[in-house]
């Protein structure tokens, strides 16, 4: 959505929306708060004011985040009876508002609700412990583990001539049957779970009438297999792009791409890199989780998503020494007891008491002490590095530059940078008791808000992103996502999501663009 409004009104104020938009979720601010953020970094409403157009388009960038606003307040656990009926109604009124005026008259509502039951709300948001987890010393003196103790690596390979026939396939039913104007290939490229096709059209391309239903069962019926897209190629004019499922899946070794030159590369770079896997051209992909918005993991059983868990921990442990990365790790269903004992662990490995209540305070304990770790590098970093202030958390510009900064002030006491692993976060809130459940969220709320600018980052899986498994705000204060393949039967799943292979096969979504390609498998032996 906000990616439509900049581009639209790029005449308006495009670049200032987008500073003070970037600006306002760097400072983790949600809601109307974005809308003061916006004021007061590029004055960007103001100026969109001028406009008739541009009024509606504030007017409903404010609706739409207050909206989620009233919705986070109301589902909230903990509130009086008093607070919970009225803003049942103010969420009646926001959800029923048909005309700008009716939507200010609950925003308005809402503002004096808060005031209202400012102590209350504040109350509820006080963490119940400061952190019963110290921190474990960093008495580790080795260096970085060798390649020689993975499993020799084995090649990736892709199958060309597949990918020759396909393409061939694809260019005879859309020119003869479909009618449409194909001019020359420009690539083919093949990965381990997809292959994606380009061909060179005219400018005047009906690109609707190729991504219509009838366009891409016709495609299906031609290649023996599943269309996962058609659509423009990301970077290029006038070239058509369309993704394949493979028939068969090619294995993507962690240890092929540890041993790989772009790997090491990547690693010296990055401050937290994991090896995600190969996309549909073929191509290896990596991350790094400093860099990345704070992100989503969801996938069912058996999709793939525990084994990119795994990779993404020990690519990290592979790559950094403990002074340079730490891990925080809360594992539910007890699937890294392998990691007990590692020196990238910050806090001790929670969540695998049998004791399944036990289970869930103790990893309520570590987030609570993850928050304590947190709060104190505000302070020590706000008192080092210009633009950033502790008293609202936020600094501007960049967010993995904060932490950068102080360590190349302070290397004597240097930060090393962190990675919150929350496996299956469902289970945990399930499990329970109502006061950790919401100690857990508001941890979470807090991490996921303000923790990248201190060089604390989260990666949260669940087997779907109800927002009975991870609550709505905090779902918005993570953009990021990885989507493995979902369960069939589960109703609230995209159809992308439900189309995907499983075994690894994922779409990798950042920054609006999605890449789809299959995870890297570790072996147990390797984790």
């Known amino acids: ?208 009438a190729a991504k219509s239903k009838k366009t891409r069962d016709s495609l299906q019926g031609a290649v023996g297999t599943q269309i996962s897209s058609v659509d423009w190629a990301p970077n290029k004019k006038h070239v058509l792009a369309v993704t394949i499922t493979n028939p068969e899946m090619r294995t993507v070794g962690f240890a092929d791409m540890m041993a790989s030159e772009e790997w090491k590369n990547f690693s010296k770079k990055a401050a937290l890199p994991m090896a995600l896997g190969r996309d549909s051209s073929g191509e290896e992909t990596y991350l790094d989780a400093a860099k990345m918005p704070q992100t989503i993991v969801t996938g069912a059983t058996g999709s793939g998503k525990s084994v990119f868990i795994s990779s993404a921990i020990n690519s990290i442990e592979m790559a950094k020494t403990p002074d340079e990365a730490r891990i925080v790790l809360l594992d539910p269903k007890n699937e890294f007891k392998v990691q007990d004992g590692s020196p990238h662990l910050l806090f001790p490995r929670a969540g695998g008491d049998p004791d399944k209540q036990k289970a869930s305070k103790d990893m309520a304990d570590v987030l609570d002490s993850l928050v304590a770790e947190m709060n104190d590098r505000v302070t020590k970093i706000g008192g080092v590095v210009k633009g950033f202030d502790p008293t609202k958390n936020e600094f501007q510009g960049a967010a993995e530059h904060s932490i950068a900064q102080f360590n190349t002030a302070h290397p004597e006491v240097k930060m090393p940078y962190v990675l919150l692993v929350f496996d299956e976060i469902a289970n945990a809130r399930q499990n329970a008791t109502p006061e950790d459940k919401e100690r857990i969220d508001i941890a979470l709320r807090k991490l996921t808000a303000v923790g990248r600018s201190v060089g604390i980052n989260c990666l949260l899986a669940s087997q779907n992103n109800r927002v009975e498994n991870i609550p709505g705000d905090i779902q918005t204060n993570c953009p990021g996502k990885i989507i493995f393949k979902a369960a069939l039967d589960d109703n609230k799943a995209s159809p992308e999501a439900k189309s995907l292979a499983g075994d690894g096969d994922y779409i990798l979504i950042q920054k609006g663009q999605k890449t789809r390609g299959r995870g890297c498998f570790i072996s147990e032996k390797d984790s």
Do not use: C, H
Request: charged share 30%.
């Open 1 to 208: 959505k906000y990616e439509v409004v900049v581009i639209t009104y790029s005449d308006i104020s495009g670049q200032g929306l987008l500073r003070g938009m970037l600006s306002a979720f760097m400072a983790g601010l949600r809601g109307e708060s974005i809308i003061t953020e916006l004021d007061r970094v590029s004055g960007t409403w103001d100026q969109i004011k001028r406009s008739e157009s541009g009024e509606r388009v504030r007017d409903g960038i404010t609706n739409a985040l207050v909206k989620n606003s009233i919705a986070d307040a109301a589902s909230r656990e903990g509130l009086s009876e008093d607070a919970r009926m009225e803003i049942s109604v103010i969420q009646d009124m926001i959800n029923q508002a048909k005309t700008p005026k009716e939507s200010m008259a609950a925003i308005k509502e809402y503002q004096k609700w808060k005031e209202k039951y400012a102590d209350e709300l504040k109350e509820m948001d006080k963490p119940s412990s400061t952190g019963t987890f110290k921190p474990l010393p960093n008495d580790y003196k080795g260096t970085k583990p060798p390649l020689s103790i993975l499993e020799t690596p084995k090649g990736f390979e892709s199958d060309k001539e597949y990918g020759d026939q396909a393409a061939e396939a694809i260019r005879k039913q859309m020119v003869e049957v479909l009618g449409f104007p194909i001019g020359d290939l420009e690539s083919v490229k093949v990965g381990p779970s997809a292959t994606t096709i380009q061909f060179k059209v005219a400018p005047s391309f009906d690109m609707s």
